[in-house]
């Protein structure tokens, strides 16, 4: 998933970056708002995570003027924890907060509930007829089989399983897998898809290569 970071933190940025990265999530990075349009008119995002105090201006102003037009679920940080606060944030578009100093992995819970919800989904679990995605776990599962994913596998596959039937083209897998710092071409993703492609085979899940258009994902019989 491609998250972008607005926080003007030097050191509380990087460590975000690099945690989010772990789990290999494409994480952009803005100190500014007006960085932050600048992204956000160049690509599109599955959340946000956004400051509230930053050199150029109030991140839930941004946020309230940014709803008209801006579905992307986000996530305030802030280091005020007066419930006034926290419901103002909430009122202006914020799908959740989170008050600083915060515990990573409670950022990581928070980041996962709210695409769970934007997805209508009750569970960090997703169905592939026959298999069962599991985001948290890192684990795709067909009846007792299991399959445990590494983590740009983990991510390349939530892709298509939240796309499901859809043909997604390389350069939509490419804008979901990477930042801006990262120098990649479309050979990459073939390279990623056929290894991805390699590891699944046996548990049912198959990967369809649609001739000049993209990839999408089929999953076998119930036998």
Do not use: W
């Not at 994480?27 to 050199?55: F, G, K, N, Q, W």
Request: charged share 30%.
């Amino acid at each position: 998933m491609r998250y972008l970071l607005v926080e003007d933190n030097t050191e509380l940025a990087e460590a975000v970056l690099k945690r989010l990265a772990l789990d290999g999530h494409a994480i952009d990075h803005a100190p500014t708002l007006a960085d932050a349009e600048d992204c956000l008119a160049a690509a599109s995002y599955d959340l946000i995570l956004l400051d509230v105090m930053l050199p150029d201006g109030d991140g839930r102003e941004f946020l309230a003027r940014s709803r008209a037009h801006l579905e992307t679920p986000v996530i305030v940080l802030t280091a005020r924890s007066q419930v006034s606060d926290r419901v103002g944030a909430l009122d202006q578009g914020a799908d959740d907060y989170i008050t600083k100093p915060f515990d990573f992995s409670e950022l990581e819970a928070r980041c996962r509930a709210v695409l769970r919800r934007r997805g209508g989904m009750a569970r960090n679990e997703i169905t592939l007829g026959p298999l069962s995605f599991d985001l948290l776990r890192g684990t795709l599962r067909r009846g007792d089989d299991i399959l445990e994913l590494r983590s740009r596998e983990i991510r390349l596959l939530e892709v298509f399983a939240r796309h499901p039937g859809q043909i997604l083209s390389k350069s939509h897998l490419m804008d979901r897998l990477f930042t801006y710092d990262t120098t990649v071409t479309e050979n990459a993703i073939e390279v990623y898809v056929g290894r991805l492609r390699r590891r699944t085979a046996d548990i049912g899940l198959r990967i369809e290569t649609v001739r000049g258009h993209g990839y999408r994902i089929e999953t076998g019989g119930n036998d």
